[in-house]
C-alpha cells in the first residue's frame, strides 16, 4: 500500500496530524479548553448529587479534595467578571459615602 505524503502537517506532541492538519498550536489549544470546560461542567453537575459526594467522601476523600480544587478553579473570564462586579460594588459604597 502507497503511503500518503504529509506535506504541510505539522505534528504537535500527543496530537494526531491528520486530526489538526493545517490548524495551528490556537487550534488544539481552543480544543482542549474546550475539553477542560465541558469536563467541568460535568464533573460539576455530578459533585452536585450530595449521594454521590457522600460516597466519594466516604471512600476517596482525597480525590474529592481535587475535584473541589478543580470545581472551585476560575477561568479569566470568570475572574475579569468578578473583578468587574467587585469594582462596581466599591464604586457604588464609594458614591454612598460621598453623598452622605
Known sequence: MEEIPRQGVRQLPHHNPREISGFGVEAVYGSEL???????????????NEA????V??????????????LNTLSMEEAVEQ??????RTAQQ???EQGA
Open 34 to 48: 474546550l475539553n477542560l470546560v465541558v469536563a467541568k461542567g460535568f464533573l460539576r453537575k455530578v459533585m452536585e
Open 94 to 96: 464609594n458614591d454612598a
Open 57 to 70: 467522601a466516604r471512600h476517596a476523600a482525597e480525590i474529592l479534595e481535587q475535584f473541589d480544587l478543580v
Open 83 to 88: 473583578a468587574e462586579q467587585q469594582d462596581s
Open 52 to 55: 454521590v459526594r457522600s460516597y
